[in-house]
């Protein structure tokens, strides 16, 4: 299918067709052929026009935590309120085989076969940050196919897992009743950029729960509630981070859950936060880009593939410093250039 014709599908296809054009529309984003990167290109032009609308959330929290659970149970009451849901998974990739077992969507059984619900697993393929290298280009996907709350699932393997916070609306910690004392929720750096805290599986303790959500509110207004907003507790014209008890199993709080995030919605359009974070997001998105185009320019110069074996081989046997044969190989790539 051409990129016109994928655009078509995902703005005036029926559902079939539209779910069709949605995933070849993801798979082509994905590829790494040259070829491709160009008609993906083209499709990304077209379809900017018709993105931009969706709500995107980004919820992230450690292995076992219940993302998988909260986000069906997050996902059905959305439907049921009239919403269209796109949940993009991201999946960890070993680093033995490469490959991902892509299981979040078969944990979301009833969400997965909704005809309101697009659920997309990815491998994470060794990028750093807990989200997919196109998962910010496959949410484009979902806007233009008219699906207005986005959801990127991370892939949920500790505390380095913030890139996702650059890619979305809102940031959304998972946390379980045990998460620890004052300072262990200090120390984990997603908390420090955490718009919603949510305790999940609160029904297991009902006390623990409650003594995690005063030590993490309390984690939180010693971290300045957000020291880059530059406003103290207490200023209704911004955003503070709040922390919330669910069960999602039990389908208990997604309705509070959702009227803290309506609460974020709102204060972040009135004093303007919402469309600078945007705005951020995209410039950042372009350097990200830039980055990834620099480092596969780099690799594929002919005087780099020609030095690399010998100085790789020098350093792996400890005879020349990591640091001399990276400006070796530097200085090659911009004598080329």
């Known amino acids: 299918m051409t990129p016109d014709q994928l655009l078509q599908g995902l703005l005036h296809g029926t559902a079939p067709v539209q779910r069709r054009a949605m995933a070849k529309s993801i798979t082509l984003l994905e590829s790494t052929r040259a070829d491709h990167r160009a008609l993906a290109d083209e499709l990304l032009t077209a379809m900017l026009p ?4 969706s709500f995107r959330l980004g919820i992230s929290g450690v292995p076992g935590v219940g993302k998988s659970t909260f986000i069906e149970a997050l ?3 959305l439907i049921g309120q009239g919403h269209r849901v796109a949940v993009l998974a991201v999946d960890p990739s070993s680093t033995v085989s490469g490959g991902s077992i892509l299981g979040d969507k078969t944990r979301m059984e009833h969400l997965s076969v909704h005809p309101q619900a697009y659920i997309r697993p990815s491998p994470s393929s060794g990028t750093l940050g807990g989200v997919a290298e196109k998962t910010r280009e496959s949410m484009l996907v979902c806007e233009a196919a008219g699906y207005d709350v986005v959801i990127v699932e991370t892939v949920g393997v500790g505390q380095s897992e913030t890139a996702v916070a650059n890619m979305s609306d809102m940031f959304v910690l998972l946390q379980l009743p045990n ?3 004052d300072l262990q929720a200090i120390k984990k750096g997603v908390m420090e950029i955490a718009d919603l805290v949510v305790i999940n599986k609160a029904d297991i303790d009902a006390i623990a729960a409650t003594r995690a959500q005063l030590q993490i509110t309390s984690a939180l207004q010693l971290l300045g509630m957000h020291a880059s907003s530059g406003h103290m507790h207490g200023d209704d014209s911004v ?6 008890q669910i069960s999602a199993l039990l389908n208990q709080g997604v309705d509070t859950f959702w009227a803290a995030v309506s ?5 972040q359009n009135k004093n303007g936060r919402f469309g600078i974070r945007r705005q951020q997001q995209a410039l950042s998105w372009m350097w990200e880009r830039i980055d990834a185009g620099l480092k596969q320019n780099f690799r594929a110069q002919l005087r780099v593939q020609s030095l690399l074996p010998q100085l790789s081989q020098q350093v792996g046997a400890g005879q020349l410093a990591a640091s001399t044969a990276a400006r ?3 200085s090659a790539y911009q004598a080329q250039s």
């Open 50 to 53: 018709h993105t931009g609308q």
């Open 75 to 77: 996902g059905l009451y």
């Open 179 to 181: 998460a620890g004392d």
């Open 239 to 244: 955003w503070h981070p709040k922390v919330v």
């Open 263 to 267: 609460e974020f919605k709102a204060i």
């Open 328 to 330: 070796q190989l530097l």
